[in-house]
């Protein structure tokens, strides 16, 4: 984002952004905070490159609980504070978007100052949200309205006192880091994208797989059954030989499929004629746990 950045009216545009959405605005104060040093570090590049000398920015850093450093750059005093609000239009009171001030072609760079003031993206790999933390609800609303003119749909919501106003959806997300400038960014997005949707095929593959497995596993243990009742009572011998020979066969090897079945026979039958002559089997069986059935009745 920072490299796009590269003319007079991107960088005005790009401050304008990072100064209206930032963390406090009073006439005698502004503040912009984040955990970023290279973020840091543009808003110094572009007061300096906007405002030259005239307008001074402190910059210090802060050691949060968590470990996490905070960079803030300050810009103090009733002056230095009435200069920047003068140049940008911003009212304290009640901060407004005035895209008169940001021409045609920055509008991207503008959106880009907003991100790096208050914006965030989770680890696609984990979950496809990215998010503005904006001061005031008025605000959220023009930013919103602003991701609508991209297509970009936008919810927003309350937390902990902020104007949290967040996108859902990895186009959506690819749609809003490339508008900004985070082309890279964007392609990661799309690569972490294809592999998960490749592992969430494999795994469907696999439990498909696992399903058809069980299924047969399942089969066999009935025919088996019904093969060992008929076995036990009037003799597998007793069976008409297309069934004998099925039988005989699935008695040797319980985790053959129909189709391997019907393949080892000669001469070979199709998946369905198998399954035809196990149902016989299993009517046979079946007539027998009923009240038997004599073995010339088979």
Excluded: W
Aim: with cysteine; hydrophobic share 40%; net charge neutral.
């Amino acid at each position: 984002m920072c490299s796009s950045v590269n003319d007079k009216d991107k960088r005005f545009a790009c401050l304008y952004g990072m100064i209206l959405f930032s963390r406090e605005i009073t006439p005698e104060h502004i503040c912009f905070q984040t955990e970023s040093r290279i973020s840091a570090d543009m808003f110094s590049r572009l007061l300096h490159s906007v405002f030259g000398k005239s307008v001074c920015a402190a910059r210090s850093e802060k050691m949060r609980k968590s470990g996490q450093v905070l960079y803030c750059c300050d810009i103090s005093g009733a002056e230095n504070a009435g200069a920047v609000l003068k140049a940008y239009r911003i009212n304290p009171e009640q901060r407004r978007i005035t895209p008169d001030i940001i021409v045609n072609n920055s509008h991207g760079v503008f959106m880009a100052g907003v991100f790096l003031a208050c914006g965030s993206v989770n680890d696609p790999a984990k979950e496809y949200h990215l998010e503005f933390t904006v001061p005031e609800e008025e605000l959220s609303e023009e930013l919103v309205n602003l991701l609508k003119d991209i297509g970009v749909h936008a919810k927003t919501m309350v937390r902990r006192g902020k104007y949290i106003v967040y996108v859902k959806g990895s186009e959506s997300i690819e749609d809003t880091l490339t508008f900004i400038g985070a082309q890279q960014c964007t392609l990661e997005l799309m690569n972490v994208k294809i592999f998960k949707d490749v592992r969430n095929k494999a795994n469907r593959i696999a439990n498909c797989d696992n399903a058809n497995i069980d299924k047969v596993i399942t089969a066999s243990l009935r025919q088996t059954e019904d093969i060992r009742l008929i076995e036990q009572t009037i003799g597998i011998d007793k069976l008409p030989e297309e069934l004998r020979e099925i039988a005989e066969l699935r008695l040797s090897a319980a985790d053959m499929s129909l189709k391997e079945i019907g393949d080892a026979l000669e001469p070979p039958i199709s998946r369905s004629g198998v399954n035809h002559r196990f149902r016989r089997i299993a009517k046979i069986a079946e007539e027998i746990r009923c009240g038997g059935v004599k073995a010339d009745e088979a």
